[in-house]
């Protein structure tokens, strides 16, 4: 279902732009006003990430904002309450990221049904191996959502071919070796390992780590589906403030009209 | 039949997929290593020269007068270059390092001993050497800092979260995501994803098969129980693994802190404070609030001040296998001190944990009975925590001193 | 026929005749512990039980490599417990006090090293101790002061003189003449009256050994040179005892402090700047004045910083037996820092003197050779000295904000 | 000679007096002083201490003195000269007193022959057993010059005839345990070692260690041939200043008329 409706936006646009925000960073308020922005400035789909205290998959921008976030007082609760709220208002699909932990001690089936109910399509758990994920497949598929799998370059193809099997909506390709935030080279490498990915799964892919710029972004058309903007836009809102977030967005693609 | 890396319900295997490859390539060093026993001789002769291995196993004649019940024995993992049981592990890893052809080592550390421990063998092999420490360790850890240093090692101060140790290992698995093709990630305990638990604990194992031997040999009995402190668990499971198949009861000690009714420990298994969750790359019992956010620990030893404890431990638990309680910060300082004087061992404060329920249960025993303490490493390298316990006065005065001394020059 | 107590010229025992019983009393008690082989017996197993004797002897490969010459070998005393050879002296002292009855020990103690061993052996057999020290030293080693308390000595902070370890000595055998009936004073070194010298080379012979056996073992042949630092005396007398009937190349190396063209120095024997004289007990090299009056001795090792040197060693000086030479304090620090980059070894300041010798010599032999180093101890006890001599400010701005919370409380 | 000097003065005096100074604390001059002082008050023999830097044998008072008096720069000359003065000026015995060292450094002969031409009588040398004064005895006998040796209450009878046998001028008898300058109980147990000390010789003996007032010569009347007051006046001098002196040591024995 997801996978189709990105498709179908494809059909406007050759490359769908996916952000990021971290719940409650800076403050409930700014998020539904960055995510408002975004969605007026036409990115396609969004993550939204319920912060954790042991990150290990994000690099500093991100982590530093799980930690301000919680140290706000932000709970899972108040994020799903977030998540629904943004989900009823705003006409685009939301996942929810989070590492494993936030499911498991909620209860993954309970979490999985709590998303259902707010109208969130599905999760990307960057912690869960498929192998490790048995549990979690079960509650997606049971609520109908979208578990979203992470590929790597140095994934293999036997195991692309494992992964790509229970992904649903979309394939998350990591562009590089590192976490979140770094700059990435887009290259030749990039080109080949996209092409493996695309060999591994009919789902849109989505291109992340690193995207920061038009140039990125223009380098991805046509070898990616999604680009996903993460820590440049959490950068932007730290410089530039919410207003910076709907022309940095908007200055990435071309207007629709051209 | 369960699956690899589970010790029943724990353990698993929770790592980003950019560095599935990497542990496929450690699992796979590490089976090789273990099937051929010529690195285990290896080990041995490296553990045996570079270190003071075998340990002795010491009887503690004072102690054991004192308390007149079962006859004291202490596993010297103290006498270890660099102090502490740590060397094991260390010097293992080194060596699957060198067979898996790196040339670069991380690890993260909490009180210093593990990061010295990992610099000392990454000085000795030649590989380049990052520590990450959270800020507050460097500050209050910092001869360990001035070693690691001296040793060629960079040291990177964690600035995000709690800034301890569960935040270094965070920050080591940031930093292996990113350069795993020529870095391994020296794990300090048996905990993370697998294989580290079983690793670890293999390379430890070689206090519990010394100590099996040695007590035999000195007694003709195995012991009653053993008694070892528990923070990731590395120098327990290293001294219980000797003895799991033994009628020997294996007795783990937590951090009581400043008692387990005030919140203020690091007691994963010896509570009811703890839960099972999912991080850092593995299933165990969490001290996590209900969200699943980590919790602040606490204790007067660094080195058992974390919110996990290694899925082995965890299982042999819920199989009723290890008993586990925990020590006060109180009761650490009063058996380190009794210690010292009765028998000029200085246990570090962490080891001291073991002791306190070691003398809680000796009178009860019978002076046909024996028991063993592990002592896994040495205190004089935490004389400013162990000054400061003590409220030493001279002590502050020289510190005052050598702060003037400074200033004037 | 020479003397008992006499090396050629030196040595002998030049004592108020108060101490002359003990001292009949003394060599009485150590000739039957000489002749009686259960004694040696149970020495070695108490160090073997509760120290981690036999000490392991590392090939530095290493420092083998940069220097490009003879394989280097390095005696591991760092790994006694305490953390230097001085454990092996107050072991056995501490068995002939308890063959002798006797319930008290008394030392001096300089760097703070034989003060920690002896307070430690004192506890280890229920002896009650005393400890010397200058009160320039105890101001600059509080932290073995620290662990001397907390080991049940008290420590006697010595006022008068250079408020050295000299003066500690002479204050040691002034609570000797008053309390010997039940008190041994265990000097720290092989210097002193007959039957110290002798006594103490006994007890550290073990050193030498074990070296021995260990050198033949690993390669095969006798090393062609070995280099130990020279302080009193006894690291030094322990390591070449294995030798002495050898064809190997004894070196010496005492503390050459801002060298020996500034006086600032130590050295007795590797200078002409020291001469023969009557001091402390026994006759030897000391660095004196025209008048006898001894003089002040500058090493940035406190444990080498010392006017006398063992009659047994001046002995063997004079036939040639053993070679002398000096390393200076900047020397010391730069082969200090190489050896823990190199090999992960943290020798004590006192020790690194050995290694700057063996860094000289090594590149001019050839890999045929091999020569051996005594790691007297380890270095980590030194971190006040060392941080200071590396200059460290990280290792400052420690003890500025340890100072402030110390005053803030 | 020096024996014989004693004995005569002791008919005079049933208990002599000795006493001792540190050559140059506080002052040469202050030393001088003091030595007129006792030789004014009766004191029948002095010693002179030449100080040394491992003085091991002394208590704190006379450590103490022993170190000042070489912080103000005195040498063995100068000590050597004060010596030389002092005997010609005045007309008593003189020993000197020093650690080996002293003599060693000096050349052990050239030592003696300079307290000869001094008019100095002998010495006391306590870190000196005769096991090792072979050269000392020879040099001594050659300028005939008596070497004080000293007994103890832990010498053995064999070891006090050995010792008494190359002993000239008195026997100095140490009479405790310990160093200079700490109260002595003069008991039964001092009686008994007196006795053993006379059985060994028919030297005058002298008794030192602890004798500081009236009452502890008093006890020493008939049992010692001297009384040895040694740290007593160095803190007698320390406390009421030269001035003390005479009154000090002329309160320690009845006045010679009565
Ligand atoms: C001396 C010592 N003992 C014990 C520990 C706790 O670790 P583990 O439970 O892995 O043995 C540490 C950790 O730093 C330590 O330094
Ligand atoms: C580590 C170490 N080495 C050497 C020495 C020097 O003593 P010796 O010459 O008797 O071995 C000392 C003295 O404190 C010491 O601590």
Known sequence: MLAETLRAKQREREILLMTHIVMGYPSFDDSLRVVEAM??????????????????????????????????????????????????????????????????????????????????????????????????????????????????????????????RVTKGLVYCVARKGVTGQDTSFSDDLDSYLARCRAATDLPLALGFGVKDRADVDFLRGRADLAVIGTQTIRVVEEQGVEGVKPFIEGLRPPLSA | MPEPGYYGQFGGSFIPEILVATFEELVQAFEQAKADPEFWNTYLKLMGSYSCRPTPLTYAENLTRHFGGARIYIKREDLNHTGAHKANNVMGQGLLVKRMGKGRVIAETGAGQHGVATATMAAKFGFDCTIYMGE????????????????????????????????????????????MDDTHYVLGTACGPHPFPEMVTWFQSI?????????????????????????????????????????????????????????????????????????????????????????????????????????ILSHLKETGRVRFSAATDTEVVDALSLTIRKEGLIPALESAHGFVQAFKEAPTLSHDDVIIINQSGRGDKDIFTVADAFEDPGWKQFIRDKAKEYDAR
Request: glycine residues 10%; proline residues 5%; aromatic residues 8%.
């Open chain 2, 207 to 311: 206090i519990g098969l010394e100590a099996r031997r040695q007590v035999l040999e000195e007694t003709g009995q195995l012991p009653a129980r053993i008694y070892a402190c528990v923070g990731g668990g590395s120098n327990a499971m290293g001294i219980f693994s000797g003895f799991l198949d033994d009628d020997v009861e294996l007795v783990g000690v937590e951090a009581g802190g400043r008692g387990l009714e005030t919140g203020a420990h690091a007691a994963r298994l010896a509570s009811s404070d703890a839960s099972l969750g999912v991080a850092q790359g593995y299933k165990t019992f969490f001290l996590q609030d209900d969200d699943g956010q980590m919790k602040e620990t606490h204790s007067v030893a660094a080195g058992l001040d974390y919110v996990g404890v290694s899925p």
């Open chain 2, 136 to 179: 507050i360790d460097v500050q209050r850890q910092r001869p360990n800092v001035f070693w690691m240093e001296r040793l060629g090692a960079t040291v990177i101060p964690v600035t995000e979260g709690t800034r301890t140790l569960k935040d270094a290992i965070n920050e080591a698995f940031r930093d292996w995501v990113s350069a």
């Open chain 1, 39 to 164: 969605v007026e400035a036409g990115v396609e789909i969004m993550e939204l990430q319920i912060p954790f205290s042991e990150p290990i998959a994000d690099g500093p921008v991100i982590l530093h904002a799980n930690q301000r976030s919680l140290q706000a007082g932000s709970s899972v609760e108040r994020c799903l309450a977030f998540g629904e709220e943004v989900a009823k208002r705003f006409d685009i699909p939301f996942l929810l990221m989070s590492y494993y932990n936030i499911l498991f001690k909620y209860g993954v089936d309970a979490f999985a049904k709590r998303m259902a109910e707010a109208g969130l399509v599905g999760a990307i758990v960057p912690d869960l191996p498929p192998e490790e994920a048995d549990e979690y497949l079960a509650a997606m598929a049971a609520h109908d959502l979208a578990p979203v799998f992470i590929l790597s370059p140095s994934t293999t193809d036997e195991r692309m071919a494992r992964i790509t």
